[in-house]
C-alpha cells in the first residue's frame, strides 16, 4: 500500500533546506508507535538536523525505521538517547496516552522533546505538562502535520497574515481520514490510549483554527462524537464534529471522520475554507476531486476576482528549519508553547463535551 492511500504512514518529503551545518543540531527518534515519526524525522533531516539514535521496545520497529534510515544507531533503551549529551531534541510517535509521560521524562533530562499530535488524552497530563515546561524551560512542541507538513496549509497561513482576506471570521475545517482497519494496532481502538476522535485527529483543525483566525483561545459550543460503521470496536469513534467560538469572535467548525471510501486516490480529502471580511481561501490538501489528483491546491476568491494556484513543491515546509533553530535560540518562532498547548485543551474540552450521536 502506497503511503499516499494509507495516511498512517503519510511521511511528506521535501526539498533539503538545511538551517545548520552538520552536526550542529543532533536528535533522536524514539518510540514509533505511529507512522508520523518518519515524516517529523524527515522535517528535521532536510532542514539539516543530524539524526542519530532510534529506540523502540519493538525491534521489528527499529529495524525498519533503519532500512530506510541506515546510519542511524540503534539504541538499548529511552536512557541510552538520553545520556548524549549531543542530543538536542527527541522526536517520539508513542501510543498517544504515554506521549505526556515519554516527554516529561525527555524534558526532565535536558532535551527538547517533539511528539506526534495528539499530544495528551487527558487533561491532568496537559496539566503535567506545563508544569515541567516550566520547570524545566524545555520545549514540549507537537506534530501537527496536516498544516505544518502540508504547502497548501503553510501557503495560506502566509496569505492569512498578510492580510489577504482581510479580518478572519470563521474556519471550516474538514478531515477526513482512511481507516484501513486490518492495519491498526489494538491500541487505535481502545478510548483509554487514543483519547477519541476529537481528541485524535481533531487536534489538528483546532490548530488550524487557531492559527488562521488569529485566536488565542476560544470556547466549545458543540461537540458530538458517534461510531456508526464499526461495531466490532465499540470503543472506537470513527466521526466527530465540533464548533468552537474564538476569543476574538471569529468561529469555527469541524468534521472529523473514518468514513473514506476505497474509491479515493488519496487517504483522505482534507479540506479548509478560510472566510474572511475581504474574501475567502478554499485549500484541497490532498486531492482535487475528479479534476487532479495532486493536492496543495488554493483556491482565492476576493474582490479582484477568482485565482486558482498549484502550491505543489513551491512553499516548502519552513516550521522544522525554524523548530531547529527555536530550540538552538530558545526562542518561538516555530510555534510558541502557549499556542501547542492551547490547541491540545481545546481538543480534551471538546472531546470531553462531546454527546454521543451513534
Not at 119 to 129: D, K, N, S
Not at 227 to 240: M, V
Request: proline fraction near 5%; hydrophobic fraction near 40%.
Amino acid at each position: 500500500m502506497t503511503q499516499k492511500s494509507d495516511g498512517m504512514n503519510y511521511a511528506p518529503q521535501g526539498k533539503p533546506s538545511p538551517v545548520v551545518g552538520p552536526g550542529e543540531f543532533v536528535f533522536a527518534a524514539a518510540h514509533l508507535d505511529h507512522g508520523h515519526i518518519y515524516g517529523q524525522c524527515n522535517g528535521l533531516t532536510e532542514a539539516g538536523a543530524e539524526l542519530r539514535w532510534v529506540y523502540d521496545p519493538d525491534p521489528a520497529k527499529v529495524d525498519a525505521f533503519r532500512a530506510k534510515h541506515p546510519a542511524v544507531r540503534a539504541a538499548r533503551s529511552l536512557d541510552e538517547i538520553l545520556a548524549d549529551p549531543d542530543v538536542r531534541l527527541v522526536a517520539a510517535a508513542a501510543v498517544p496516552s504515554d506521549r505526556c509521560a515519554i516527554g516529561c521524562r525527555v524534558m526532565g533530562a535536558g532535551k527538547d522533546y517533539f511528539t506526534d499530535k495528539t499530544p495528551f488524552t487527558e487533561m491532568a497530563q496537559l496539566e503535567l505538562a506545563r508544569r515541567e515546561v516550566a520547570r524545566t524551560g524545555r520545549k514540549y512542541m507537537v506534530y501537527f502535520s496536516e498544516r505544518l507538513h502540508v504547502e497548501s496549509a503553510m501557503y495560506a497561513t502566509e496569505l492569512v497574515r498578510g492580510g489577504a482576506v482581510g479580518r478572519v471570521i470563521q474556519v471550516l475545517g474538514l478531515g477526513p481520514h482512511r481507516l484501513n482497519k486490518p492495519s491498526r494496532p489494538a491500541w487505535f481502538f481502545r478510548k483509554a490510549q487514543y483519547g477519541g476522535i476529537l481528541c485524535d485527529i481533531g487536534s489538528h483543525q483546532f490548530e488550524q483554527f487557531l492559527t488562521f483566525a488569529g485566536a488565542g483561545d476560544a470556547t466549545v459550543t458543540h461537540a458530538a462524537v458517534g461510531n456508526f460503521a464499526n461495531p466490532d470496536t465499540p470503543e472506537f469513534e470513527d466521526f466527530g464534529e465540533a464548533s468552537l467560538l474564538g476569543d476574538n469572535a471569529s468561529s469555527n467548525y469541524i468534521r472529523v471522520d473514518w468514513h473514506t471510501p476505497a474509491g479515493l486516490s488519496t487517504w483522505g480529502d482534507g479540506r479548509t475554507i478560510i472566510l474572511g471580511t475581504k474574501g475567502y481561501i478554499e485549500l484541497r490538501k490532498y486531492v482535487d476531486v475528479a479534476r487532479d489528483k495532486a493536492g496543495d491546491q488554493v483556491y482565492i476568491v476576493d474582490d479582484q476576482g477568482e485565482r486558482h494556484v498549484s502550491v505543489a513543491g513551491k512553499v516548502g515546509f519552513p516550521f522544522f528549519g525554524q523548530l531547529i533553530l527555536d530550540c538552538l535560540n530558545r526562542t518561538e518562532n516555530a510555534m510558541t508553547q502557549a499556542h501547542a498547548f492551547k490547541a491540545a485543551e481545546l481538543c480534551l474540552k471538546a472531546q470531553a463535551a462531546a454527546r454521543r450521536i451513534a
